[in-house]
């Protein structure tokens, strides 16, 4: 067990019984009078004798001193480098150091949400990092879990349950694999003419296409949506490379093949994807590029070479997302020809397949937008977009080399 006080944690010494200084915490008052260092054994505190005292004992001397504080230290032979590391991470998951029972001190730790920005000024532990919230220079850094403690937590703790309280089945199309831990991140620096893709992800129905029809209609010359490819006849009206760009299954399987596809599915018996090589001719015409894939695209998608700008729609709860979409008369798209409005079962569907996104993908979208009213959500849309193209913002540090 480590106690801390004055950003300074002590331990007793395995090996030796003392008690000695396991902690500096970065920027706490320890660490900025620059006497104390890892390893010191502490003989005196106050003048009061401490040894053979547990670091409970010493706390206790401390709680009741009052003003300046003096320690008579031994100072230990190897000193350890206390210089702050740059690195910055996005968390992927919450943090409460006071319901962590292994934390080895929790007053030392430091809470944060999924989505934080952790700059981690230590990684001397390979168990306890220790970090600041981004942006919050003044306080001292806390403890955190390491990226390699995290990862054995979260494989011991991996069960068989869902979030939701759902076995597992054996179709699922989430990535079981994935561990979100951390990701190291930098800010990403607008470039002139250099637009990245708006990529909408959410749940079928939840209104991608209706946003980025509107996104596209605001500015047709800046924002362009792929035409997608698809192996069906074409229709009577249609114009080839409007609507559909169309080709022969035997070109478009093979096309998929050799992966030359972000994202493909079939329909009615007929293939319907959209290439690649779409994406990045409107992003070399210095358009933005918006897309609506299936949120299973988003692996494929998540490159240093495209840099996407991830925006998560979300339904609202159920009562406003069936009161929404009966005011704008709004049509099924679980329906095949699009003729009848949404039933409650296609609500309730609707929001158990967010959370299930929101579980395996929330943390790599840059922003979410709730679609209740949608010219609101419109709104919110269109300034997430001037956002990213003004404006450095958080990515994957390796997009940033
Ligand atoms: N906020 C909203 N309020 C009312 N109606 C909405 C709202 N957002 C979308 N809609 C309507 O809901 C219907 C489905 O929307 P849309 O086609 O954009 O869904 P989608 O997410 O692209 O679905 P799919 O992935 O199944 O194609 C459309 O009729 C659309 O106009």
Redesign the pocket.
Known sequence: MEVNDKGATIKTDEETGKIIIARIMHGGAADRSGLIHVGDEVIEVNNINVEGKTPSDVLSILQNSEGTITFKLVPSDGKLDQRESKVRVKAYFDYEPENDPYIPCKEAGLGFQRGDILHIVSQDDSYWWQARKEGEKTTRAGLIPSRALQERRILHERTQKEPNGDAKTENDDFDREMIATYEEVAKLYPRPGVFRPIVLI????????????RLVARDPEKYKSPVPYTTRPMRPGEVAGREYLFVTREKMEADIAASKFIEHGEYKGHLYGTAADSVKSIVNASCVCVL?P?YQALKSLRTAQLKPYIVH?RPPAFEELKK??T????????DEN?SRG?TDEEFMEMIKSDERINFHYGHFCDEEIV????SE?FEKLVNFANKCETEPLWAPASWVQ
């Not at 959410?202 to 029809?213: C, F, S, T």
């Not at 679609?371 to 949608?374: A, E, I, K, R, S």
């Open positions: 959410g749940a079928p129905g939840v209104g991608r296409n209706e946003l980025k029809r609506g299936h729609i929404s979409r005011k704008a008369r709004a049509r099924s798209t679980f699009n949404f679609n209740d009213d949608l959500a």
